[in-house]
């Protein structure tokens, strides 16, 4: 957001994107693994705790394999594709809220054919996210529909 964050409106501008609301990367590159995602921030004030932010993942692509100690709340607004939380994975589709718990490996995946969408809502201050390991990604590879998940064909 590059305006007032006490601002009470901020119009739709066609198809998944606001007026006065910056398109930015996802990430830095080389920060951590992902591929073909944006983020906007719609929401954060100083006099409330949470920010609210819409990530677009482009067909193919994927956000970050990562943990940390808060809590996310995602609604997909558009799309399909499927998310990893913990153990287990999800298809996911319009109108699915997911949570992912705390230190929970969790990573969104849009399927190939249309970009996957969705509002995310989590603590304006957080904890930095922690990317697995080797031994991580060999313990999360013990539950088979995780290994499908991680080692796509």
């Known amino acids: 957001m590059n305006d007032d964050p006490l601002r009470a409106f901020a119009a739709v501008n066609g198809g998944f994107r606001w007026d006065r609301v910056d398109v930015l990367r996802y990430k830095d590159e080389g920060s951590a693994p992902f591929r073909d995602v944006t983020r906007q921030t719609l929401f954060r004030r100083p006099d409330m705790r949470g920010e609210l932010r819409y990530f677009e993942v482009a067909p193919g ?27 287990q994975v999800f298809a996911v589709e319009a109108y699915d809220l997911v949570t992912v718990p705390p230190l929970a490996w969790h ?13 995310c809502m989590v603590d304006a201050e957080r904890d930095k996210s922690q990317l697995p390991d080797a031994r991580d990604l060999e313990q999360l590879r013990t539950h088979p529909p995780v290994a499908r998940f991680l080692d796509p064909r």
């Open 61 to 87: 692509g994927y956000s970050t394999l990562e943990r940390h100690e808060h809590v996310h709340a995602v609604m997909i607004l558009r799309g399909g594709g499927e998310a990893l939380v913990g153990e």
């Open 107 to 119: 990573q969104f995946r849009a399927a190939r054919t249309a970009p996957l969408g969705f509002l």
